[in-house]
């Protein structure tokens, strides 16, 4: 928000707002401002005080805010995909699991595998001759440790398979990358 004089002013402090402001905020707005709106909202998902059920739909928002707040260049990709894993891993971890998509491990797994260009052992072998390679592939590489954050604690979620065996693959690579 500009004062005229050439200074800029925060933003509206959105942490007074309700549920339900932020919910309308993050379903009708697009675009970066709407980082804040994910910021509060996923703040509140984390409330021990507040009801499990409560505590999802805060994070629902926020995950909702976190999808339409980011542009389509790779590293806003990479950033908004990096967000939702992280706080769709921690709903699981505290809240546990549940029939929706967002809070199913396997879904979750199937999102990240898919958001992976390169496979362990491609990623592997890039990473071991990295000190020769472009700044392009060490970029690549950052992009698939930052993906792969929180595959530890995901793959002990899973049935054993080939799902969860590519989880582990990633875990032990994901040690080696840059």
């Known amino acids: 928000m500009s004062t005229g004089a050439g200074q800029e002013q925060p933003g509206p402090d959105l ?4 549920f339900e402001r932020l919910r309308a905020t993050a379903v009708n707005e697009h675009g970066r401002h709407l980082e804040a709106v994910r910021l509060v909202a996923q703040e509140r998902a984390y409330y021990s005080d507040e009801p499990a059920d409560a505590r999802r739909q805060w994070a629902k928002v926020s995950l909702l805010a976190n999808r339409r707040a980011h542009g389509d260049s790779p590293e806003d990709r990479t950033r908004a995909a990096t967000q939702d894993f992280m706080l769709r891993m921690w709903v699981i971890d505290h ?21 992976l260009r390169l496979t362990p052992s491609q990623a592997d072998a890039l990473a071991v001759g990295r000190r020769e390679s472009a700044i392009g592939q060490t970029r ?8 792969t954050a929180h595959l530890a604690g995901l793959a002990g979620y899973l049935e054993p398979g080939p799902t969860r065996d590519l989880l582990l693959a990633w875990v032990e690579v994901r040690s080696r990358l840059p």
């Open 15 to 18: 942490c007074g707002w309700s």
């Open 95 to 115: 809240l546990g699991p549940d029939d929706d998509p967002d809070w199913s491990p396997d879904t979750l797994a199937s999102d990240t595998l898919d958001a």
């Open 140 to 147: 690549e590489l950052r992009r698939h440790k930052n993906l």
